[in-house]
């Protein structure tokens, strides 16, 4: 079955350093998505994106943060300085239609670590 | 906001028992998923729900879904130790440009051997 995959599987960093989280989402998907989650907190929506844009961002994705399609497969993460309070799980998520009318099919995650 | 809500936050039985999580949101929906979390994992999707549906089964898990009240239910059925992980509902949003789900903040489920 395909498949959503993220790597690193884990990254540590230092406060102020940017980072770039990388997944590649099935292949026929269309909508491609982040989320974030604190440890052993709430699943938090980041972004979702589709034709080659952002389609929604909430309010913790601000300016250091972005996100990039940079070929037919890969979908980014930047975040542009990494605060202590980035430490969380990265996950990206894809669907083949949007999510009034499908699953979204998760990686297992980046965990990033800022000291 | 739409942002569903489990309930209860942490669910411990016997295999073999019976598990019921429930959901609750704030907004009019589209759909309602459920999605299952291992340790360390990321989220699997279970069951999708949409909003004139009233009941869903999946083998082992039985999902409702009661719009007037904005709540659904998760009934596993028969639980097993590998049924031990979180639990999270989420929501879809009946405005334009809706282009994401929301997560509530799960249940946290336990199957004593």
């Known amino acids: 079955e395909p498949e959503v995959t993220q790597t690193p599987s884990h990254q540590v960093t230092q406060m102020g350093q940017e980072v770039i989280l990388r997944c590649v989402p099935i292949s026929n998907h269309l909508y491609f998505y982040w989320y974030r989650q604190i440890l052993g907190q709430k699943v938090e929506f980041l972004v979702s994106?589709?034709?080659?844009?952002?389609?929604?961002k909430s309010e913790i994705f601000d300016d250091q943060f972005s996100v990039e399609r940079p070929d037919g497969s890969n979908f980014t993460l930047k975040i542009r300085s990494t605060k202590l309070e980035d430490s969380a799980m990265y996950f990206c998520?894809?669907?083949?239609?949007?999510?009034?009318?499908?699953?979204?099919?998760f990686g297992n995650g980046t965990r990033l670590t800022v000291t | 906001s739409q942002q569903g809500e489990e309930d209860p936050q942490a669910l411990s039985i016997q295999e073999g028992e019976n598990a019921t999580m429930n959901c609750s949101y704030k907004?009019?929906?589209?759909?309602l998923q459920w999605y299952r979390q291992n340790s360390g994992r990321g989220l699997v999707h279970l069951i999708l729900?949409?909003?004139?549906?009233r009941e869903k089964h999946s083998g082992r898990l039985r999902v409702t879904l009661d719009t007037s009240k904005k709540s659904s239910s998760l009934l596993i059925t028969a639980s097993r130790a590998a049924d031990t992980a979180s639990y999270f509902c989420a929501t879809d949003g009946v405005f334009q440009g809706a282009q994401k789900l929301v997560f509530g903040q799960g249940t946290r489920l336990t199957i004593n051997p």
């Open positions: 729900i949409r909003s004139n549906e």
């Open positions: 998520a894809s669907s083949d239609r949007g999510p009034q009318r499908s699953p979204l099919h």
């Open positions: 907004t009019s929906i589209n759909n």
């Open positions: 994106f589709y034709n080659n844009e952002i389609s929604e």
